[in-house]
């Protein structure tokens, strides 16, 4: 079992949704990427080195999405989920402040830059 040094997960699909996120961040947070739909063992697989760790599921807001956040349902009711607006409907390309002010609301740090 690898060391993990975060203190939080953010699960999303796709690595632009990673890539965005990473530029807000500024606390130690590891973003895992499901890369489109997932199931239920393949989640246990990439989750399972971070058991104690909070999970936060912030998936786009469409029929993908909705099909892995009934996954991350079931298998870990224990995680938070964000949302983005559906009327930007990708975690990508949503606003860099709104995506901050999302994070922000459930504590995860963002940088100063992003919530002005």
């Not at 997932?38 to 099909?67: C, H, M, T, W």
């Not at 349902?73 to 002010?101: D, G, Q």
């Amino acid at each position: 079992m690898a060391i993990v040094f975060s203190e939080k997960i953010i699960l999303v699909e796709g690595r632009s949704d990673k890539l965005k996120l990473l530029k807000l961040l500024d606390e130690s947070t590891e973003i895992i990427c499901t890369n489109g739909t997932i199931s239920n063992v393949r989640l246990e697989e990439i989750l399972s080195p971070y058991e104690g760790i909070p999970i936060y599921a912030f998936l786009d807001a469409d029929k993908s999405g909705e099909q892995i956040r009934s996954v991350v349902r079931k298998e870990y009711p224990e995680a938070i989920h964000l949302y983005t607006n559906p009327m930007f409907c990708e975690v990508a390309t949503t606003p860099f402040k709104v995506l901050a002010s999302i994070l922000k609301s459930v504590n995860i740090k963002v940088k100063r830059q992003y919530l002005l």
